[in-house]
């Protein structure tokens, strides 16, 4: 015999048995809080600068405003938008969000006004939620998103919400929240989880690239892919169920797939506390990490860097610390060596990956062989990785450069413009080029679209800038090729020096020699910068990443 398959085609249409088979095998990543709150109850799940949500609180707000939503008009799988700052808020309304069926679509706000118009014309929400420090950008485009039905506003008393939106009514979120019974009716139990069926491979979450070169993409990403995603980067991170509450702080964008995905929805899967930043500012990074006890520090280099500079500051060794990850970008070797050295007692890894795959995709673990620190680590519970040759799709043995591709339970559904090319050979193509060696560790030569062509070799720009990069006066540096007559592209360093860029002709000019002059001693000459300018800051996209 054959085993029946029991896909949800129309999860709206389920009624009787159907229904009730659906919802006792249902996978929802509104389930995460009800479920938190029925185990940890009145420990605390997030805070903010304006207050804190246990995860009963949590819960029953996540209920309301997914009843709120289903009372003004908003159905199973269309687009509900959240463009706000980190906040208590933000996750009360993407969990209601996808507790009633809708597609959490996480509007990435540092990209400018074209950007968010760009994403909200994609997805056509009728309901966006939005911080009222972030409504003039929304009111200067007003007339190109005719759409928009209700505007949600974090952060502004419902007297001080001025008008804007030709045909959209305007709510507080608080009053939203609190006044769910208006919307839904008297008849109906706003507090209780709605009890409707999503089906597995339903999207739960729609989040945008950085588009530094072009218009972001809109990355669908399942229910299904979420809740496993969570709970493989709790083993990853080792975030556990315990007693002892474990906790972060988190100054990453939550529209960020890192922040949501790999910090956030495990923390609060595994019954830990989130201190969520409105931004990142070092002094106040390290002193929430200290005062919050935080166990799990993560972020970017620089994050690691403040909580590093605090510790000395104070003269605190932060023995809360368990655990200190970061991805993104490569640790400078005098920051590695300084955090090992002051906090012997946390396990100091780093984990990549990228939306479309739902990270953490690869990740080194505590203990992991020090003589590979370099690389990306091996993959993750959820995930299997391999390197092909990016014009043939052939796969290569250990230790040949390709393109790393992806699958697994972790992969996207799709973008929101279709692209079949990405999923070629039945693989995610990443666009990183690097190696797997025979130990399954991969090492990260640069991007595709990123690997300079000078004088007929293949130049990686990342291995360039990891040597520039320890230069004393060099605080950062990207690496990008110039046109140029006689070698095609020229290695071309931009460096933010140490201390400021020197304001005299002289000074810039002895620097930039200096920097060459490195530059030759540690690598060949197919790779070493022929220039070097410098500026006081390198542009960077949403999720902090230089552009």
């Known amino acids: ?245 474990p906790v972060t702080t988190i100054a990453l964008p939550v529209f960020h797939t890192a922040a949501l995905n790999m910090i956030v929805i495990p923390f609060l899967q595994m019954g830990g506390r989130v201190h969520m930043l409105a931004g990142f500012d ?52 005098s920051l590695y060596r300084s955090l090992r050295a002051r906090f012997p007692h946390a396990d100091l890894v780093m984990a990549s990956g990228m939306t479309e795959a739902t990270p953490g995709t690869l990740c080194q673990w505590p203990g992991y062989d020090e003589s590979k620190r370099f690389t990306w680590g091996t993959m993750t519970a959820h995930t299997e990785a391999s390197i092909v040759d990016p014009t043939t799709n052939e796969h290569l043995p250990a230790g040949v450069d390709g393109e790393l591709v992806l699958r697994g339970p972790a992969i996207m559904e799709g973008y929101l413009k279709p692209d079949n090319s990405v999923f070629a050979g039945g693989w995610l193509h990443s666009g990183d080029v690097g190696n797997i060696d025979a130990d399954g560790a991969f090492s990260f030569t640069d991007r595709l679209k990123d690997i300079v062509k000078s004088g007929g070799e293949n130049v990686s720009s990342v291995i360039v800038e990891q040597v520039v990069l320890d230069h004393p006066d060099v605080l950062e540096v990207a690496v990008i090729g110039v046109p140029d007559e006689d070698w095609g592209e020229r290695v071309t360093a931009v460096v933010v020096p140490a201390n400021g860029v020197p304001e005299s002709a002289a000074a810039q000019s002895e620097l930039r020699d200096s920097i060459m002059q490195y530059a030759r001693e540690h690598l060949n000459s197919s790779h070493r910068p022929r220039d070097v300018w410098f500026v006081e800051q390198l542009p960077r996209t949403g999720s902090g990443k230089i552009q």
């Not at 903010?48 to 996540?62: C, M, P, S, V």
């Not at 590093?308 to 991805?327: A, I, M, R």
Request: overall charge negative.
């Open 282 to 333: 070092q002094e106040v990074f390290g002193r929430t990490v200290q005062e919050s006890q935080t166990t799990h520090g993560m972020g970017l280099p620089i994050m690691l860097q403040a909580i590093h500079d605090y510790s000395v500051k104070t003269g605190d060794k932060l023995e809360h610390l368990e655990f200190l990850g970061y991805g993104m970008a490569p640790v400078p070797e």
């Open 1 to 245: 015999m054959k085993f029946p398959i029991f896909n949800i085609d129309n999860p709206e249409s389920l009624e009787g048995f159907e229904l009730d088979h659906a919802l006792a095998r249902r996978t929802s990543v509104g389930d995460i809080p009800t479920r938190a709150a029925k185990a940890y109850g009145d420990r605390r799940a997030l805070v903010d600068d304006r207050g804190e949500l246990t995860y009963n609180q949590l819960e029953t707000q996540a209920n309301r405003f997914a009843h709120a939503l289903t009372g003004v008009g908003v159905a199973s799988r269309e687009a509900v938008a959240v463009m706000a700052p980190n906040c208590k808020e933000y996750m009360v309304a993407y969990f209601g969000i996808t507790k009633m069926g809708a597609a959490a679509t996480l509007v990435n706000m540092l990209g400018g006004e074209h950007h968010v118009v760009y994403a909200l014309k994609q997805t056509e929400p009728k309901v966006i939620v939005i911080h009222a420090d972030l409504l003039p950008v929304l009111k200067t485009a007003a007339e190109l998103i005719g759409f928009v039905e209700h505007v949600v506003v974090i952060g502004a008393a419902q007297d001080d919400i001025d008008a804007g939106f030709p045909g959209a009514q305007l709510h507080d979120f608080d009053e939203f929240v609190a006044q769910a019974e208006r919307f839904a009716g008297d008849d109906v139990d706003v507090e209780a989880p709605l009890e409707i069926a999503i089906a597995d491979r339903q999207i739960a979450q729609c989040l945008f690239s950085s588009g530094s070169t072009s218009d972001p993409k809109g990355i669908m990403t399942s229910h299904l892919t979420v809740y496993i995603s969570g709970l493989s980067s709790a083993t990853t991170l080792n975030i556990q169920r315990r007693q002892q509450q």
